[in-house]
């Protein structure tokens, strides 16, 4: 399977615990794409990588969350000290560099802070 | 700041009725439009996308959508729907040419009467 793969695909932790999830994306995309869904809405940007750079951060990152791309492959995303409202679907998207940007997205991991 | 609108929340039809669902979007610029369907257990997936060129665009499993620039609409049809095309459609925008994020709408539901 060459798509972009996420892990795990679902997360249950108590509130005040670190969570980690990881994104696979697909191997020639070097552009990484990072997104929260919750019921009923539309998933919402919150970071974006092109290679290991981070260039862009959405205001829903408050300074608990943090995402890494180390050597421009996979990426982590971080969200210390949960909280209930970060219960949601994180969805990792990829694209290649260059003219449009058609973003090819994961099955997402859930995750459920209770 | 871009904003995408999805008029109808819930749409529910019987198999062989047509199907438009709304779309309308807030930027000033050119823009990439997209139209993106989540079946249930699945994870997103492009149903089709406009760059430039035709506004009338054609996508997989007989969608298509129109662009109308004066309107800012790109509404999503099918002349006849099938029960499998029960899912959530999801539309979306970017800025003509960036990088950076997806911004999508609310999601509209599709549920289709056998």
């Known amino acids: 399977d060459t798509g972009v793969s996420q892990n795990p695909r679902h997360k249950i932790t108590k509130r005040g615990q670190n969570v980690t999830f990881r994104c696979d994306p697909i191997s020639e995309h070097n552009r990484l794409y990072w997104y929260r869904q919750t019921l009923g809405q539309g998933p919402e940007f919150l970071t974006y990588?092109?290679?290991?750079?981070?260039?862009?951060k959405s205001r829903l990152l408050s300074d608990r969350f943090s995402a890494e791309r180390p050597k421009g492959s996979f990426s982590t995303l971080e969200i210390q000290r949960t909280e209930q409202g970060d219960s949601a679907m994180y969805l990792c998207?990829?694209?290649?560099?260059?003219?449009?940007?058609?973003?090819?997205f994961g099955p997402g991991t859930r995750l459920t802070v209770l | 700041a871009q904003s995408v609108s999805q008029h109808n929340h819930h749409v529910i039809l019987s198999e062989a009725a047509s199907l438009e669902l709304g779309c309308n979007y807030s930027?000033?610029?050119?823009?990439?439009l997209f139209w993106y369907v989540q079946y249930p257990g699945q994870h997103l997936q492009l149903l089709l996308k406009?760059?430039?060129?035709?506004?009338l665009v054609k996508g997989i499993k007989g969608f298509e959508a129109e662009f109308i620039k004066s309107k800012f609409s790109f509404n999503l049809r099918k002349p006849s729907v099938q029960w499998s095309d029960t899912a959530e459609y999801f539309c979306a925008v970017n800025e003509y040419s960036s990088a950076s994020k997806i911004i999508f709408g609310s999601g509209t539901r599709l549920s289709i009467r056998p």
């Open positions: 990588f092109q290679n290991e750079a981070q260039l862009e």
């Open positions: 406009y760059f430039s060129g035709d506004p």
């Open positions: 998207a990829s694209s290649l560099d260059g003219g449009v940007n058609e973003q090819f």
């Open positions: 930027y000033g610029g050119t823009v990439n």
